[in-house]
T-cell receptor, first 114, second 114 residues
Framework: ETGVTQSPTHLIKTRGQQVTLRCSSQ?????VSWYQQALGQGPQFIFQ???????GRGNFPPRFSGLQFPNYSSELNVNALELDDSALYLC?????????????FGQGTRLTVV | AQSVAQPEDQVNVAEGNPLTVKCTYS??????LFWYVQYPNRGLQFLLK??????LVKGSYGFEAEFNKSQTSFHLKKPSALVSDSALYFC????????????FGPGTRLSVLP
């Protein structure tokens, strides 16, 4: 196991609702990234937080937002849910923002929007 | 922009035979390349990475990968496949821009047949 934990593991929401997903990063890691993995596809980068500041963002609309807390845990918030938001959401933590380091992923949150 | 291709959706191999999962990439500058594996209902597990140096990289669970700059490839290999290696494999490259996020390929499903 990686030490990165995500909650909840599964949830079902109705179109138009809002959702908050949570991630506890590996001890000592100050960088958290979120990825969306649609069925049958590779993970797509949503955004990254480094020391509580957004440090990069992928091609996702503003209704996808996030937070990082002083203990480096993180939240992903999605407003006005759409059917296409149904996916596995993965959190990854790493030590510093360094391209030569691997990231450690949580088990993911499976979101279903109906 | 960085991109990763995995030309095979599915690879089937008999247990005990060597396996290869193919990956090609397109980056500006020197690539930082990674392989991750995903088991059902799990997050991504790091296997190995190429940053610099020897073109043959050894990783977890007996896997290795060969970096070929002229062919822009980073194929994953294992000399003797196990049934337990059956999983979804993702090749990724670091986007060295702001945030240095991973850019993943679409994934290759490996099935090792007993």
């Amino acid at each position: 196991e990686t030490g990165v934990t995500q909650s909840p593991t599964h949830l079902i929401k109705t179109r138009g609702q809002q959702v908050t997903l949570r991630c506890s990063s590996q001890s000592g890691h100050n960088t958290v990234s979120w990825y969306q993995q649609a069925l049958g596809q590779g993970p797509q980068f949503i955004f990254q937080y480094y020391r509580e500041e957004e440090n990069g963002r992928g091609n996702f609309p503003p209704r996808f937002s996030g937070l990082q807390f002083p203990n480096y845990s993180s939240e992903l918030n999605v407003n006005a849910l759409e059917l296409d938001d149904s996916a596995l959401y993965l959190c990854a933590s790493s030590l510093e923002v360094q391209g030569n380091t691997e990231a450690f992923f949580g088990q993911g949150t499976r979101l279903t929007v109906v | 922009a960085q991109s990763v291709a995995q030309p095979e959706d599915q690879v089937n191999v008999a247990e005990g035979n060597p396996l290869t999962v193919k990956c090609t990439y397109s980056v500006s500058g020197n690539p930082y390349l990674f392989w991750y594996v995903q088991y059902p209902n799990r997050g991504l597990q790091f296997l190995l990475k190429y940053i610099t140096g020897d073109n043959l990289v050894k990783g977890s669970y007996g896997f290795e990968a060969e970096f070929n700059k002229s062919q822009t490839s980073f194929h994953l290999k294992k000399p003797s496949a196990l049934v337990s290696d059956s999983a979804l494999y993702f090749c990724a490259v670091r986007d060295m821009g702001y945030g240095q996020n991973f850019v993943f390929g679409p994934g290759t499903r490996l099935s090792v047949l007993p």
